[in-house]
């Protein structure tokens, strides 16, 4: 028994002793620097050959200016210098002419004209060819280039003059719009050069005998302005003098009536009168 009690009395004595445990060091691996090849030493043969190269380059380039300098004089020469774009010029549409020298054509801003020649012009480099017209009523000429001849109209046809007489004759159609707004219609329609819309212009804007006291200034002015393209388009289609070509409008638009009887009272009074003397 007392050998079992000094076992027990010797382990509560002994204490539990720990170990220690020792720090551990960090360990850091220092990457070593890469050492860098050492260039290779040049020889002085390859400086030398070098040295001939830019040499020779400097001197072409004196060459080259001096040369540029001899051919133009007043210019100064850069040794940087670019090399201008060169642009190609565009040519001009070509179109086959509708239209011979000594025609007449309708240009709708003017009014009828005759074809005196073709000539050609350069602008801008480009040589473009045109019609030449002369306006007999202006006294003015105009070209027109052949790739815009689109732009130009025949003469009208017989059947079309006589369709256009018939537009004179009938009702005018005056819309209750404003003068301002009316106007521009009449400007655009005269401008356009077709000749049914110039009958229209005439027609609505004919007031008979009594066409100073009832139009206003700018209603008269547009109505002689249609009316002479009008007539010179008529007299030059049917062939005649101006006087019988405006005899045909103003009958149309039942115009200067009495007038026209009375030329024609005094005519056949002056032929019974000859015929008279030469009985007796």
């Known amino acids: ?4 009690l000094k076992k027990i009395l010797n382990k509560k004595k002994k204490k539990v002793v720990k170990k220690k445990v020792k720090p551990v060091k960090k360990i850091i691996k220092v990457k070593k620097a890469i050492k860098q090849p050492k260039p290779k030493k040049i020889s002085k043969d390859i400086n ?17 200016d001096k040369a540029e300098v001899k051919a133009d004089p007043l210019r100064i020469p850069k040794n940087n210098e670019q090399k201008p774009e060169i642009k190609k010029v565009k040519k001009q549409d070509t179109e086959k002419r509708l239209y011979k020298v000594k025609d ?15 000539k050609k012009i350069n602008i801008g480099g480009i040589d473009v060819e045109t019609y030449v017209l002369k306006f007999e ?34 009702k005018p159609k005056i819309k209750r719009s404003m003068w301002s ?16 819309d110039l009958a229209e212009v005439v027609r609505d804007l004919n007031k008979g005998d009594d066409i100073m006291i009832d139009q206003s200034y700018s209603e008269r002015q547009l109505f002689e302005k ?4 009008l007539l010179t388009e008529f007299q030059i289609v049917m062939g005649s003098n101006l006087e019988d070509a405006q005899k045909k409008l103003d009958k149309a638009l039942k115009r200067n009536l009495e007038k026209q009887i009375q ?11 000859a015929s008279q003397e030469l009985v007796d």
């Open 226 to 229: 249609a009316y002479e393209r």
């Open 263 to 273: 030329k024609v009272e005094e005519k056949s009074s002056s032929e019974e009168v």
């Open 181 to 196: 707004r009316r106007a521009q219609e009449y400007e655009a329609k005269i401008s356009s050069g077709k000749i049914y």
């Open 104 to 118: 007449y054509v309708v240009y709708p801003k003017h009014g009828v004209g005759q074809i005196t020649e073709t």
């Open 137 to 170: 009523k202006d006294k003015a000429n105009g070209m027109v280039p052949v790739n815009k001849q689109s732009h130009l109209r025949p003469l009208a046809t017989i059947n079309q003059i006589n369709k256009c007489v018939s537009i004179l004759k009938s």
């Open 48 to 64: 030398k050959k070098r040295l001939v190269k830019e040499i020779k380059k400097v001197k072409e380039i004196k060459k080259k």
């Open 1 to 4: 028994m007392k050998n079992i």
